[in-house]
Structures are given as C-alpha cells and as structure tokens.
C-alpha cells in the first residue's frame, strides 16, 4: 500500500468539521488557539466548500502544514497565491496574512498541522534539532515551500502523515499517544527538511528569520492592546527599534504586506468579532473598529469576508 492510500484510508475514518474560524479571531485577526504548554500540537480536519467557509485573512504564532485531500485548493499569503492539488503539502508562512481563495466549485478535505516551534526546537535543544524547522523560517528564494504529490518523497510524507493522524486522534485511548504523535511529526518534518536541502537555506538565515519575528513583538503586542489607534509608520518604527526604512522592510519580510494593510485587517477582524459576539449596530461597530465611514467599511468588510457586515451577522445568528 503506497503512502497516500494509507492516508485516504486513515482520513475515511475521522471526522472532517466544517471551516468556520471566525470566532477564534483575536483582536489582531489572529487565529488564536490555546495549545497544552506541554504538548503544543493541534491537527484540524477541515472541509472546504465554496461560499462555505471563514473567508477572512488571518495568522498565528503557530508553525503550520496545510494538505488537501481530494482536488484543487488556491492558497493565498501576502502577496502570493498558490495553487495545490490534492496530496499537496503546503508549509503556510504563518505570520503573513492567509486565506484559503474561493472558486466555483471548490469542495475538499483538508488536514492542518500546526504547532509551537518550541515542541520541536528551543534554547537547550541540540543544536542538530534546528533543522527541523529550516522550511518554516528560511524561504532564500522567496518562494513557497511545497512538496508536489508526485515527488518521490511524498510517499513518504503521507505515510508519516498517516501514521500522525491516527496516533493524535487515538487521544488517550493509546499509550504515549503524545510521544507517539511528536514522533511521527518529526517524521514528517524530517522528510521535509531532506527535501528543501536544496534550497540553500542555513542555520544563520534561520536565526535572522526569528530575529525579525522577535523585532516586531513590541509592536505587534501594542496593536494588539490598541487596534483602533492610529499608528503612524514613524510611531511603528519606533516601538520596533527601527529607522523607518528598515521597519518597512521588515514588517514586509515578516508579515507579508504593509503596515496600512494589516491595520486594516485588524480592525476588519475585531469587527467581526464584534459582530459575533455583540447587539451592537453597525454603524457603532464600524466607529470602534476604527471606520468613520461606514459605507468605507461595508465594501473593505465585504472584500475581505465575501459578504456584507449585515449578512455576515445574519448568518452566525442563524446558525
């Protein structure tokens, strides 16, 4: 049995939920999950249909592999979209603003595995271990990273995937079943790491990459606590301790788009949640979030989301 019959096999016998994260956006637009401290791993089963799921661009501090199952996805980061196919493994840049892209007659499976960088490598790790994520940070050719089903190291791949799905979804019921799952995830990202050898990534272009993430904390932490506020690209660079050229530079390496752009993600995002989780109207939610015109946010909002902010709250009351 090759790698990816194993993994239909094992993925016909879990529970695939629909898409629907919007209520887990944070205020940042962040996909925000709590994660065990002791074990920082989350596989999703996903089912994708068109018009049929959270449409909205989001990111996270998690490290993430995102796989189709059964045809064609359009994956957008930053600036970038990629087309996949099924058995397709994508390594999503997660700080960058992603989405999944609609299309008529989109329907798939799809599994995401996302995880803590510090689950696989951390000060007092051995050094060797850094490897591991060498896909996630190191991107030299500013290309994504994906591994075609018909690479010969996809057999590969899949049968570790398989092995990982069937070990995390076990939970209890299997004895070290968090050991077991870390192992077969290694697996994974070892294949992997063999296959983007070639891409001439290093040890320093990794620790750079983390480095850049570490220069935008400060920011990121004080946009989080001020979503509304206005913030200059002067005011940015000083929080990060950066000139202005570089903080641009910078904030476009690390997060995918400018500064104006992610605000206004921001404040698309925690509108939206407002108008989950509150009887506001729309014209208040559009004054919170940050828009003095709301007419300016029903068309930013319905870009984003695909729907109007009324329709959008129609639907989650419905539900």
């Not at 939920?17 to 791993?41: C, M, Q, T, W």
């Not at 089912?47 to 990111?59: I, N």
């Not at 040890?203 to 979503?227: D, G, N, T, V």
Request: glycine letters at 6%.
């Amino acid at each position: 049995m090759t790698g990816w019959q194993l993994l239909l096999e094992t993925t016909a016998r879990l529970p695939f939920e629909r898409h629907d994260i919007a209520s887990n956006l944070d205020v940042r637009g962040r996909y925000d999950v709590a994660l065990d401290k002791e074990f920082p791993l989350l596989i999703k089963l996903f089912r994708y249909t068109s018009k049929h799921h959270t449409r909205g661009a989001t990111w996270h501090d998690r490290l993430e592999i995102f796989m189709p199952l059964d045809g064609a996805t359009r994956f957008r980061m930053g600036d970038q979209e990629v087309h996949l196919q099924k058995g397709d493994l994508l390594v999503v840049d997660n700080l960058k603003l992603h989405r999944v892209v609609d299309f008529r007659g989109f329907d798939t499976r799809v599994v995401v595995v996302s995880f803590l960088p510090e689950f696989v490598y951390s000060l007092g790790s051995p050094s060797h271990d850094y490897a591991f994520l060498l896909p996630f940070y190191s991107k030299i050719e500013r290309r994504p990273h994906v591994i075609r089903s018909g690479e010969p190291v996809a057999n590969e791949v899949h049968r570790a995937m398989a092995c990982l799905l069937e070990c995390y979804f076990a939970g209890q019921a299997r004895p070290f079943f968090e050991a077991g799952s870390k192992a077969y995830l290694l697996q994974v990202l070892y294949h992997m790491a063999g296959y983007f050898r070639t891409s001439g990534v290093m040890k320093w272009e990794f620790m750079k990459q983390q480095q850049r993430s570490l220069q935008l904390k400060k920011l990121f932490e004080h946009i989080s606590a001020h979503p509304c506020e206005r913030l200059s690209v002067a005011d940015a660079s000083r929080l990060s301790g950066m000139t202005p050229p570089r903080f641009m530079k910078t904030f476009k390496q690390v997060a995918g788009t400018t500064l104006v752009a992610y605000l206004n993600h921001v404040r698309l995002a925690n509108a939206a949640r407002l108008l989950h989780e509150t009887n506001h109207s729309i014209a208040e939610i559009a004054t919170t979030a940050g828009f003095s015109d709301q007419s300016y946010f029903d068309r930013r909002f319905k870009r984003a989301f695909g729907q109007t902010p009324k329709d959008f709250r129609t639907r989650r009351v419905g539900k």
